[in-house]
């Protein structure tokens, strides 16, 4: 087995507080470089509280968010974007109508010229849009035609392929199969494999969906009312184990249990 990575991202008890609502309570994860760390959980888990605070949308109350080995704060996403750590949300951050092309570059636009001959560099940016995709495996017929008329799976590519391409060491990725068909799901989590194995990023994915988790994941966090529910590697851990976890662990075998019992008399 090849050696671990040191860590980019290290959580150690995290805790976050809302008022005097506790959202999180002694979260503790790692990411590495080049590994795909899956966070599942129910609605209202914690689930965006956690991806919050990694990206710098918000601080955590308690614990520590070390970051390449060095105790972090972080005031705004900008700061996390400068320590490589990249957030791609469910709405992509992509504009519709404006070419591929122009939406890889969004924000950090290319230009040639000084001064008042200052231009927009269309033809470095189209071309480098366009390897970067060929080099992803995307195949767009014309990079020219608005990002909005991709389907929902490429479109989640060209964002991930634009997170990686800007310096990302980490990226968290927001429910990215949520809202997509068998076939598209298949295309992002080929692509996230992809972007943990063959550039190293170290992956944060979080998703409802066992099943997906599974297939790219190397380690799984399972979060249940703010608390870590399971913490465990792909090494031992079955797909039907994840499921089990997901559903309540421990709470669903009482459950069962609760079921199994003898109906007490006059109930
Ligand atoms: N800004 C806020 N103010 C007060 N409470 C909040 C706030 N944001 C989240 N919470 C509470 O914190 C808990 C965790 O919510 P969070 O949104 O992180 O969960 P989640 O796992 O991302 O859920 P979902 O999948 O529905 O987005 C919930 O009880 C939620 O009501």
């Given at each position: 087995m090849s050696e671990r990575s040191a860590p980019i991202i290290q959580l150690t008890d995290i805790g976050k507080s809302y008022g005097n609502?506790?959202?999180?309570?002694?979260v503790s994860m790692t990411v590495r470089s080049g590994e795909v760390t899956c966070v599942l959980g129910d609605n209202g888990a914690g689930k965006s509280t956690l991806i919050s605070i990694i990206a710098g949308l918000r601080e955590h109350s308690t614990g520590t968010y070390a970051v390449d080995g060095e105790a972090v704060t972080f005031g705004s996403p900008r700061e996390a974007l400068d320590r490589g750590i990249s957030a791609v949300?469910?709405?992509l951050a992509l504009v519709p109508l404006l070419p591929i092309w122009r939406n890889f570059f969004l924000g950090s636009e290319l230009t040639i010229g000084r001064g008042p001959f200052r231009r927009l560099d269309i033809a470095s940016m189209w071309e480098i849009t366009d390897r970067e995709l060929r080099r992803m495996g995307i195949h767009v017929a014309d990079l020219d035609q608005p990002v909005g008329t991709l389907s929902g799976g490429q479109r989640q590519v060209v964002a991930i392929a634009r997170a990686i391409h800007f310096g990302a060491r980490v990226l968290i990725l927001?429910?990215?199969t949520a809202a997509l068909g068998v076939a598209q799901s298949g295309l992002v989590l080929r692509y996230i494999a992809q972007a943990a194995r063959e550039h190293g990023t170290g992956v944060i994915f979080i998703t409802h969906n066992p099943h997906h988790a599974y297939m790219v994941g190397d380690h799984f966090?399972?979060?249940?009312?703010?608390e870590v529910e399971l913490d465990a590697a792909r090494d031992g851990l079955t797909l039907?184990?994840?499921?089990?976890?997901?559903?309540?662990?421990?709470?669903?075998n009482a459950l069962q249990h609760e079921l199994n019992r003898?109906?007490?008399?006059?109930?």
């Amino acid at each position: 087995m090849s050696e671990r990575s040191a860590p980019i991202i290290q959580l150690t008890d995290i805790g976050k507080s809302y008022g005097n609502i506790s959202a999180l309570r002694g979260v503790s994860m790692t990411v590495r470089s080049g590994e795909v760390t899956c966070v599942l959980g129910d609605n209202g888990a914690g689930k965006s509280t956690l991806i919050s605070i990694i990206a710098g949308l918000r601080e955590h109350s308690t614990g520590t968010y070390a970051v390449d080995g060095e105790a972090v704060t972080f005031g705004s996403p900008r700061e996390a974007l400068d320590r490589g750590i990249s957030a791609v949300y469910q709405t992509l951050a992509l504009v519709p109508l404006l070419p591929i092309w122009r939406n890889f570059f969004l924000g950090s636009e290319l230009t040639i010229g000084r001064g008042p001959f200052r231009r927009l560099d269309i033809a470095s940016m189209w071309e480098i849009t366009d390897r970067e995709l060929r080099r992803m495996g995307i195949h767009v017929a014309d990079l020219d035609q608005p990002v909005g008329t991709l389907s929902g799976g490429q479109r989640q590519v060209v964002a991930i392929a634009r997170a990686i391409h800007f310096g990302a060491r980490v990226l968290i990725l927001d429910e990215p199969t949520a809202a997509l068909g068998v076939a598209q799901s298949g295309l992002v989590l080929r692509y996230i494999a992809q972007a943990a194995r063959e550039h190293g990023t170290g992956v944060i994915f979080i998703t409802h969906n066992p099943h997906h988790a599974y297939m790219v994941g190397d380690h799984f966090i399972i979060l249940a009312r703010g608390e870590v529910e399971l913490d465990a590697a792909r090494d031992g851990l079955t797909l039907e184990n994840l499921m089990f976890h997901m559903a309540g662990g421990a709470g669903l075998n009482a459950l069962q249990h609760e079921l199994n019992r003898p109906q007490p008399q006059g109930a």
